[in-house]
C-alpha cells in the first residue's frame, strides 16, 4: 500500500464512518459476542506475503464492528464516555497524517506551543487562576502517577530521585475511598506501597472529613512515619462524590503537603460557572487532572494535567542526556520532562480543532443538558415499583438498585443483553447499585430518556 492507495482508502474508510456514526441508533450498544469469537476469526500466523487492502478493508467490516463496544452510541450510560465529536476525529486524521513524535520542542515545534496555548485556554474555560501551567498526559493514571511521584521525591528531600526509597522513612498518602483505583496505582508503581495509601473517613455526603484527614496525619507523624500528600476528588467515579477541596487543602498546607486533585470526569463541567462550587478553593492546589476525553468531545486519548509549578514535577520525571539536547536553546519547553513518557503523541491538535469548532458556549450547552436529562430521568424511574434511586444525581452521575442485590444484579443482566442502553455497576454502602452516567457527545433527551422505558419493560411483571 503507497500513498496514493491511502488517498483512495481514506476516502472510503471516511464513507464508512459516517454510515456508522448515522447508524449507530440501530445497533446494540454492547456486541452479543462471546469471549474468543473475534480472535478465532483471524490466521493463526502472519501472512508471509502482502494481501490486497480491499480484502483487509473487507475483513474490517465483516469481523469489528460487530465485536465492538459502541462507545460513541447515543445511549451510551456506561462508565464515564469517551467521546469524539467530529471535529476531533478530523483532528486526529491529520495528527497521524503528521505522525510527529512531540517528545521535544525540536522534534515539532508546533506540537509544543499549540499544547502550551491549549493548556491556556482550558485554564481560562474552567475559571483556574493565571498561575497555573500544564501538560497533556495520555490518560488521569499518568497525571496522577506523575503527581505522586512528585509527592514521594519531595517528602525525601528528592534523594529518592537518585538513591531510591532503601532506608528512608515510611511515605504516606492520603485520600478518600471514593477516589478512583489509579490512585492505589500509584502508590503502588511509586514505591510508596498500597498499605500506606491511607484512606480518610467521609461524611453523609461521602466527601472527605478534614477532621479525619488533620488526625491521620498527626498520627502518621507521632508514630514517625513520613506524609508525602494528599489526592481529593471531585466527582468520584461510583457516585460522582466531591471532597470539600477548600477545607481539605488547607489541612494539606498546615503540614506543608504536596496535592492533587482528580477531577478527571468532573472538570469538564467547570466550564460553566455554576458548577464550580463543586471544586471551591481549588486554586490552591498543586496539581489537579480532568480528562476532555470524557465530557468535553476530544478523541480518546487527552487527560490535561494542571501545576502551579512544574518545576517539582520536572525534577523527578525530567531528564535530559545529550541526545536529548535542542542546540542553542537552554531555557525550551520540552514537555517529555513533565511526563512519563518519552514519546508524546500531538494530542493538542484535537483539543485546537474541537474547541473552535462548538465553542465554549456549545459545549455548556451539550454539559447543562446532560446534568439536566440526567436529573430528570432520575425523577422519572424513582415512581417505577421496587426502584430505589441510591444517590441523587451528582452532576449527571445517579445510581439505583430494584428490590435487593439479586435482583438489581439480574436486572442489570437483561438491560445490557437487551441492547437498547448500556449501563455498569458499584457498590455502594455495601449494596449493588446500577450507575446510569449521562454525557455521550450526540445524544438527546430522548435517549435519555429510552433509559426509563428499558427499565419499564424488564421490571414490568418481574
Known sequence: MNHDDLRHWSKRAADWAHAYHSTLRDRPVRPRASYGATAAQLPDTPPEAPEP????????????????????????????????SPASMLAEQLANAIAAQGMLWQTSPAATEIEQVMIGWLRQALGLAPHFTGTIHDSATTATLSAVLTMRDRATGWDSVT???????????????????SVDKAARLSGIGQANLVKIPTDAQHAMDPQALDAAIRADLA??????GVILCTGGTSIGACDPIAACLTVAKTHDLYTHVDAAWAGSAMICPEFRELWQGVDQADSIVFNPHKWLGAQFDCAVQFLADPAPQIRSLGLRPDYLQTLGQDEIVNFNEWTVPLGRRFRALKLWFTLRAYGLEGLRTRIRNHVAWAAELAEDIATIPGIQITTPPALSLFTFRYRDDAATE????????????????????????????????????DDVMTVAQVLRDLTDGV
Open 163 to 181: 538513591e531510591g526509597l532503601s532506608g528512608g522513612p515510611r511515605l504516606r498518602l492520603y485520600a478518600s475511598a471514593q477516589t478512583h483505583s
Open 53 to 84: 487492502i480491499k480484502d483487509i478493508f473487507a475483513d474490517f467490516k465483516t469481523i469489528v464492528p460487530g465485536a465492538t463496544t459502541h462507545w460513541q452510541h447515543p445511549r451510551f450510560f456506561a462508565y464515564f464516555p469517551a467521546n469524539a
Open 410 to 445: 439480574a436486572l442489570l443482566t437483561r438491560i445490557n443483553d437487551d441492547g437498547r442502553i448500556y449501563l455498569t455497576q458499584t457498590r455502594h454502602e455495601g449494596r449493588f447499585v446500577i450507575r446510569v452516567q449521562v454525557g455521550q457527545f450526540d445524544c438527546t433527551r
Open 223 to 228: 508514630a514517625g512515619h513520613k506524609p508525602a
